[in-house]
């Protein structure tokens, strides 16, 4: 009993400390809200590369649906669509390899962004609790430093460790792109 005693006491403890700290950087706070607008801009972007990709094969059939008003008339376009007549359109494209090629580097360079963002994300958070750490002073928390750990985190993950940040991203891309090929 009494050794779980001290655990809970020890878990209190870890809370209090991890209050502490999101008190004292605000920033931690926002952080995840920033990436997530971050992430859905990269996203965005390389959607719509990627859709001017694929839009870039040259069309080798084109099939369009019967007009059930006038079954003998098939030869419908897809501007044609008042009436409530009920039309389809498909069409089957033809991609070069060099075509195909670029497809796969901008889902892989859309990977690697995504993976750099949460790579820096991480690093960035951890450093500022480690900031954070070890400028405390007797239990007080140096004024001065306080207000800038999020800046000083940011600027050794860019400056110092975004090689490894890269590397690591990179890895972490071709992985995922693998596995998109490999569900594909």
């Not at 094969?57 to 019967?66: A, K, N, P, W």
């Not at 990179?170 to 992985?175: D, E």
Request: hydrophobic share 55%.
């Amino acid at each position: 009993m009494l050794i779980n005693c001290k655990h809970i006491n020890e878990a209190i403890n870890c809370i209090k400390l991890a209050a502490q700290v999101m008190a004292e950087n605000c920033s931690l706070i926002f952080q995840p809200l920033s990436n997530i607008i971050v992430k859905l801009l990269i996203i965005i972007g390389f959607m719509v590369l990627i859709g001017f990709s694929l839009s870039s094969g040259d069309i080798s059939s084109s099939t369009v649906g019967i007009n059930f008003a006038n079954p003998s008339d098939s030869t419908q376009t897809m501007s044609m669509t008042l009436g409530g007549v009920a039309r389809s359109f498909d069409m089957l494209y033809d991609f070069s390899n060099s075509d195909l090629y670029l497809l796969w580097v901008e889902i892989f360079m859309m990977y690697w962004w995504l993976a750099m963002i949460i790579a820096v994300e991480q690093f960035t958070t951890i450093m500022t609790i480690m900031i954070w750490f070890f400028t405390q002073s007797g239990g007080n928390s140096l004024s001065n430093a306080v207000s800038s750990n999020f800046g000083k985190a940011l600027g050794y993950a860019l400056w110092y460790h975004f090689g490894s940040v890269l590397f690591g991203s990179f890895l972490v891309a071709f992985i995922w792109t693998l596995i998109t090929a490999i569900i594909v």
